[in-house]
Every structure is written in C-alpha cells, then in structure tokens.
Antibody, heavy 124, light 111 residues
C-alpha cells in the first residue's frame, strides 16, 4: 500500500527550530518529486517546498532561507528542517508525492499521494 | 500566497450541475502548465480529484470533469450530491516562482 506518515509536529516558540519527518511506504522517495504543503487554521493550501527526483530543491518565498528539505534513501524518508520559526508558520504540514510524470512539454506537476499531516504551532 | 483565483463559494441543489473556475496568469496556466484539482472533505487531508485538466484517478466518478480555456481552468460537477460538500482547490506550476501554486479554494455547498 502506498502511504505517507508525517511526524515531528508540536508547539514551539517563535525563533525556535523543528524537524518534520515523513515515512514513505509502497514506493521510493528518491524516485519521485516529494513536497511539503501546509494549511494554516481555517485557510487554504500553501505549497512549501519540493525535492525533485534528481535532488534539486525549491522553496516558497515565505520559507526560503529558513526551511531545508532533504531525503534519506535507505530510510525512505522525507524531512523538513524548519529554523527561525514564526507565528505565521503555524499550520498542518502535509507530506505529498508528485509521481513526476512527463506531459507533452513539461512534467505534469501534480500531487497524487497525501499524508494525514502533522500540526506545527508556533506561539509564545 | 495563492496565485490562482477561485470563487470563495459555489452552491447548488442536489442533481444540479455546478462549475468552479480557476484563473491563472501567463506564468502558470497560460505558460502551458497543467491544472489539477483536489477535494478536501472536512477534517481530512486533500485528495487528488483530477489531473492534467481532465484525467480522473481510479475511483473518481465521471460526474467530475475539468477543462481549460486560455489562462483559466474549470471543474464541473454534475449530478450534485450531498457528499460533494467539501473544499475544492486547483493547482498548477508557476515558472516565475519556480514552484507549485494552489488556488484560493472554493467551498461547495449542497442546498
């Protein structure tokens, strides 16, 4: 069964650091584009970061320079190191797979497998 | 930050057809990147509903369909059912942001 399970969320003070982890099963993290998507309370979805199958990374402007995405091949996990956290980073963080399928001109860039999410609360 | 614009809410009676629009720009939908749709039931994670404008994953009924026109896309739901009450999001890729972008989200209410 294809599955993603996030962990590592919690309550943290502004300026603090937290590391989220996502365990994948039924497929390999390294063979897909892997994303983090977050949803603030009562708000919409916001893309946070991606690590592509070739190892390249990209980040939303709101987290650039503070968050780092990485993956571990033997463990088949995706991680998100979050530093200098702000109150506005409070959200449910989802680990999401993009299968990296090629369209006519570009990758499709869609997300077909979602974890249940882990909650990060940044508050003093 | 949402760069794709959706109406905040759409409603319809059971059995009716509704559409949800998704307006983009020349750096995402207008640049040729595909549009995908997700459904989020209350208290749950989003799930893929349609990808590449109008392709349904296994298990998604054909009551759901997508289309594109210029820098916009639309999701249509026919034969509206009570279980369709949810939040719907469009998503694409943006070349100027070098990342994925989501729509602002639309809440569907069945009257």
């Amino acid at each position: 069964e294809v599955r993603l399970v996030e962990s590592g969320g919690g309550l943290i003070r502004p300026g603090g650091s937290l590391r989220l982890s996502c365990a994948a099963s039924g497929f390999t993290v390294i063979g897909n584009h892997m994303n983090w998507v977050r949803q603030a309370p009562g708000k919409g979805l916001e893309w946070v970061s991606v690590i592509y199958s070739d190892g390249g990374t990209s980040y939303a402007d709101s987290v650039k320079g503070r968050f780092t995405v990485s993956r571990e091949y033997p463990k088949n996990t995706l991680d998100l190191q979050m530093n200098n956290l702000r109150v506005e980073d409070t959200a449910v963080y989802y680990c999401v797979r993009d299968p990296g399928r090629l369209g006519t001109h570009y990758y499709y860039y869609y997300m077909d497998v979602w974890g249940k999410g882990t909650t990060v609360t940044v508050s003093s | 930050q949402s760069v794709l614009t959706q109406p905040p809410s759409v409603s319809g009676a059971p059995g009716q057809r509704i559409t949800i629009s998704c307006a983009g720009t020349s750096s995402n939908i207008g640049a040729g990147y595909d549009v995908h749709w997700y459904r989020q039931l209350p208290g749950t994670a989003p799930e893929l509903l349609i990808y590449a404008y109008n392709t349904r994953p296994s298990g998604v009924p054909d009551r759901f369909s997508g289309s594109r026109s210029g820098t916009s896309a639309s999701l249509a739901i026919t034969g509206l059912q009570a279980e369709d009450e949810a939040d719907f999001y469009c998503q694409s890729y943006d070349s100027s942001l070098s990342g994925y972008v989501f729509g602002t989200g639309t809440r569907v209410t069945v009257l």
